[in-house]
């Protein structure tokens, strides 16, 4: 028998629970998060998550980053604190946007990022 939505629930409520910070990357992160975006004004960001329902959690609040400039970003990843902490893993960006020339910010929308177990 597969997991019921209460099942799913607490699968993605577990991961929720501890990565609460987010971060940008420039290439595909390794298993330790690796190309991690720096320099300039860029800091992890936080992650307030909705309850889970049907398996999927969404983000409860817009994430804005500094983005520096002359950088392109490709993917997002989730972390426990700050600054050093467990990386959790990430995903890659519906498309990539690179700051060419000027730094700036990349932000998502409330309820844009989601997590689901399946």
Known sequence: MALNSN????QVSGLTAVA????????????????????????RESISWNAASNGTATSSANI????????TITHLGYWSASTSGTFYGSRQLDTSQTF???????TIS?????????
């Open 20 to 43: 609460v910070y987010a971060s940008l990357h420039t290439a595909e992160p390794n298993t330790s998060g690796s190309n991690e975006v720096t320099g300039g004004s860029y800091t």
């Open 64 to 71: 804005v980053f500094d983005v520096p400039a002359n950088t």
């Open 110 to 118: 409330a309820g844009n990022l989601s997590e689901s177990v399946s």
């Open 7 to 10: 099942g799913l629930n607490a």
């Open 100 to 106: 060419s020339g000027s730094a700036g910010t990349y």
